[in-house]
């Protein structure tokens, strides 16, 4: 299953809302996993099966979807979320990743 | 807490095999299924392989099924990559990830903080 993201960059101003998209090549279900990846450090799961925001993840990210179409949104910009994302699917056992969209903050 | 820690990684000549560790901490670790995803430098995120709690089941990703192996060792809550006929396209830091249950793959709950894999002439 082929994960394509959009944008692959965007550079936002803090306070602004971040919209990424992810669609997967056949419907998963709510199977998508979003992950935040800043500079030099592991990635960390910031929302699981689409929309459920993951222990101790800011309110201000959220997810929505489901089927082959899924959105990342991210309110009221903060430096600290300058980072790529990632989604990743987990509906078949051939796992996949989306290739990535990176946050600059302006 | 959770604490995943990597190690083994290195400069290996392409053909060659290395074998990574993975040692966990802060969970019952024999209650769940494990991971290695790898980053290629500059590049994005791709899973590599999963074991199951009891090591029982093993799955590849296409483009190392046939030189990877998964293992573990319940008793050393250790996870293993055996990495033969290396590749330059396997460069990359490899990650050890936790996932939430004890088979099914369903996502990455913790990392470690990766190896990383130069494999070079």
């Known amino acids: 299953i082929v994960l394509t993201q959009s944008p692959d960059f965007q550079s936002v101003t803090p306070k602004e809302k971040v919209t990424i998209t992810c669609r997967a090549s056949q419907s998963i279900g709510r199977s998508l996993h979003w992950y935040q990846q800043k500079p030099d450090q592991s990635p960390k799961l910031i929302i699981k099966?689409?929309?459920q925001p993951f222990s101790g993840v800011p309110s201000r990210f959220s997810g929505s979807g489901s089927g082959t179409d899924f959105t990342l949104t991210i309110n009221n910009l903060e430096a600290e979320d300058a980072a790529t994302y990632y989604c990743h699917q987990s509906s078949s056992l051939s796992l996949t990743f989306g290739g990535g969209t990176k946050v600059e903050i302006k | 807490q959770v604490q995943l820690v990597e190690s083994g990684g290195g400069v290996v000549q392409p053909g060659r095999s290395l074998r990574l560790s993975c040692a966990a901490s802060g969970f019952i670790f024999s209650n769940y299924a494990i991971h290695w995803v790898r980053q290629a430098p500059g590049k994005g995120l791709e899973w590599v392989a999963v074991?199951?709690?009891?090591?029982?089941?093993?799955n590849y990703a296409d483009s190392v099924r046939g030189r990877f192996t998964i293992s573990r060792d319940n008793f050393k809550n250790t996870v293993f990559l055996q990495m033969n006929s290396l590749r330059a396209e396997d460069t990359a830091v490899y990650y050890c990830?936790?996932?939430?249950?004890?088979?099914?793959?369903?996502?990455?709950?913790?990392w470690g903080q990766g190896t990383l894999v130069t494999v070079s002439s």
């Open positions: 990830a936790k996932d939430v249950t004890a088979t099914t793959p369903v996502y990455f709950e913790s």
């Open positions: 074991i199951s709690y009891d090591g029982s089941d093993e």
């Open positions: 099966y689409a929309s």
